[in-house]
T-cell receptor
């Protein structure tokens, strides 16, 4: 069974601080997605990483896929209150079912 | 882009009644859709995989007679919560795959009284 361990699960920081969220597994994933979800809404895709070692940037967000495609990180620089939300990593497993394996999620609160 | 809609966005029902939730892919066809359940401040829990024209595949521990799934067309899947009870109250989210990426609907909040 493939699992994704996401940490930390809760994070409360001040505006302007940096933070990193991690997703780790002992399994290899063919791709990994990061989503952001606001209360009462569905998750919105932020990025998909596919190649080991890949780094993608989305404004103040930097996503990295581990060389072995077993882990990923999301780094936010100079966090703003608008970054508040639930961040989810999800890996596409080895089966052909198309199912995603989700991490536990990270609830981020950025205080002004 | 790939847009997935859900209807209704929220529903309140009495215990013992059945509730149907629709999931539609608006600008693409989806042979496979997924149904998730989510509790407050927790991650998504996959309930079942909905396959167009065939039976749904349920995850372990999910009662197929309780949560009926029908995927009658390439753009519509429905989830029916039968004989709903208060413990079925939750946020239900569907997703559909487009070009290898899952896109999520806005979710349906179900409250069973």
């Amino acid at each position: 069974t493939q699992l994704l361990e996401q940490s930390p699960q809760f994070l409360s920081i001040q505006e302007g601080e940096n933070l990193t969220v991690y997703c780790n597994s002992s399994s290899v994933f063919s791709s990994l997605q990061w989503y952001r979800q606001e209360p009462g809404e569905g998750p919105v895709l932020l990025v998909t990483v596919v190649t080991g070692g890949e780094v993608k940037k989305l404004k103040r967000l930097t996503f990295q896929f581990g060389d072995a495609r077993k882990d990923s990180s999301l780094h936010i620089t100079a966090a703003q209150p608008g970054d508040t939300g639930l961040y989810l990593c999800a890996g596409r497993g080895s089966s052909n079912t198309g199912k995603l394996i989700f991490g536990q999620g990270t609830t981020l609160q950025v205080k002004p | 882009g790939a847009v997935v809609s859900q209807h209704p966005s929220w529903v309140i029902c009495k215990s013992g009644t059945s509730v149907k939730i629709e999931c539609r892919s608006l600008d693409f066809q989806a042979t496979t859709m997924f149904w998730y359940r989510q509790f407050p401040k927790q991650s998504l829990m996959l309930m079942a995989t909905s396959n167009e024209g065939s039976k749904a595949t349920y995850e372990q521990g999910v009662e197929k007679d309780k949560f009926l799934i029908n995927h009658a067309s390439l753009t519509l899947s429905t989830l029916t919560v039968t004989s709903a009870h208060p413990e079925d109250s939750s946020f239900y989210i569907c997703s559909a795959t487009y070009s290898g990426t899952q896109y999520f609907g806005p979710g349906t909040r179900l409250l069973v009284l």
